[in-house]
């Protein structure tokens, strides 16, 4: 399928969480099981020679594709979720994100010394997820091979937050 085909599928809910936000809604996208199957196709054929040894999915939606893809490559899945939801010893960052602000978890021992991770999510908008989510790798030890993003809103710039580190995103919105 085509950026085009993708795009055409999601939903664009406007005054979502709050008013003035603009909500793409990849449920739409995913219902489509030929647009679903295809995405998860891309991103094989994309970090499938890259040795990934965890895919790290940022709660919520990061999870869907996270672990179809962790599935495919043969990498283990880490969910990256909000404090007080993961039962082991965690680290935890607190970050800023386009309408508020927030904290991220993840398991101590969910990455080795050196694994090769994926991180993956359902949108890069001002960066504050990723590059949180990222902070938690590096505590861990994990080398961040790439960040994925479904969709990824350009004009607020999250790309920034993530320098030095490469980032694709299969649809952009300017």
Request: charged fraction near 20%; hydrophobic fraction near 45%.
């Amino acid at each position: 399928m085509t950026v085009a085909e993708y795009r055409a599928l999601i939903r664009e809910v406007p005054d979502f969480p709050k008013p003035g936000i603009l909500f793409y809604d990849i449920t739409t996208l995913l219902k489509d099981g030929q647009a679903f199957s295809a995405i998860a196709d891309d991103l094989v054929a994309y970090y499938g020679g890259q040795r990934v040894a965890k895919v790290v999915g940022i709660e919520s939606r990061g999870f869907i594709y996270g672990a179809i893809l962790a599935q495919r490559l043969k990498a283990g899945f880490v969910p990256v979720r909000k404090p007080g939801k993961l039962p082991a010893d965690c680290f935890e960052v607190k970050y800023s994100l386009e309408y508020g602000s927030n904290s991220l978890a993840i398991h101590r021992d969910a990455i080795g010394m050196g694994e090769r991770v994926l991180i993956v999510d359902d949108l890069l908008a001002t960066g504050g997820t990723a590059a949180a989510t990222v902070s938690l790798v590096r505590q861990l030890g994990g080398e961040i091979v790439g960040l994925d993003f479904l969709v990824e809103l350009k004009e607020l710039q999250g790309r920034q937050k993530l320098a030095g580190y490469p980032v694709r995103s299969t649809i952009i919105y300017p």
